[in-house]
């Protein structure tokens, strides 16, 4: 017997034969209404300054970590075993691991301190890694990216950014006086996008400028030694040794 179908009305052209024994019915199509481009969905904000707007945050009701991070002292209550399975080369060690944060999970009450990261960033990535994805901005700013690059590269983390990265990155990134070129060409190296990255050094090698010390310097004036980032990446070897063939 041909079933009866409708691709106008496909959810309620028929009921299954047993639906009825499980008091079922056809469930409507569940649709996101809401726009989560903007990030007003993480409980973090960075001000028009670049200061941020911290607040404590609960990202498991069942946690048993306190993360205490950046200057701003921002506490997050967090799940120490799905920090340890989304990053096993650092926070397994680190948590579960010879160290002394480890031994305190002895004391009852779990903290570590991460001064150094940035809250907005790691924000971002504790949705991530506690399956809070609809507070997961569709689009971020270029500072926002960098900051969560650099993070994810720290951690081993860069492959929970997968099912975001083209939304991230197409259209491009917000460009931002804050943030410079060798940074731009840094996000793009640690997410795997080669046209962004070739067209930044192709930019760097073009706008790079020699300082009176003798540093390449870019459209900013940043030394690009003074970037920690480049490093991984030997930017600043291969523009001396171009910058070298241009003076000849």
């Known amino acids: 017997m041909q079933v009866p179908f409708s691709n106008t009305n496909r959810f309620s052209a ?10 079922l019915r056809p469930r409507r199509p569940y649709k996101y209404t809401r726009n989560y481009s903007s990030d007003n969905i993480m409980s973090i904000s960075r001000r028009p300054d670049g200061k941020l707007d911290v607040s404590s945050e609960t990202f498991d009701q069942h946690g048993d970590l306190r993360l205490v991070v950046g200057e701003e002292k921002a506490v997050s209550l967090v799940c120490s075993r799905a920090l340890a399975r989304a990053s096993p080369t650092f926070f397994n060690t680190l948590l579960y691991g010879n160290f002394a944060e ?49 993070l994810t590269d720290k951690y081993g983390l860069t492959h929970i950014l997968r099912p975001w990265v083209q939304s991230w990155l197409n259209p491009n990134p917000t460009i931002s006086a804050d943030v410079a070129a060798a940074h731009r060409a840094w996000i793009a190296w640690e997410l795997g996008d080669h046209q962004l ?22 459209t900013n ?27 000849l």
């Open 221 to 247: 004036g940043i030394p690009l030694e003074s970037l920690t980032m480049t490093a991984s990446m030997d930017i600043v070897g291969t523009l001396r040794l171009v910058d070298r063939a241009r003076a």
């Open 102 to 150: 480890a031994e305190k999970r002895k004391d009852g009450d779990w903290l570590v301190e991460l001064p150094e990261d940035d809250p907005y960033a790691l924000c971002l990535v504790l949705n991530i890694i506690h399956g809070r994805f609809e507070r997961v901005p569709n689009r971020l700013s270029e500072l926002d990216l960098y900051q969560a690059t650099v």
């Open 197 to 218: 990255f070739s067209r930044t050094c192709t930019d760097l090698l073009v706008s790079c400028n020699l300082s009176p010390a003798g540093d390449l310097e870019d």
């Open 14 to 23: 028929f009921t299954p034969p047993f639906a009825s024994n499980f008091n």
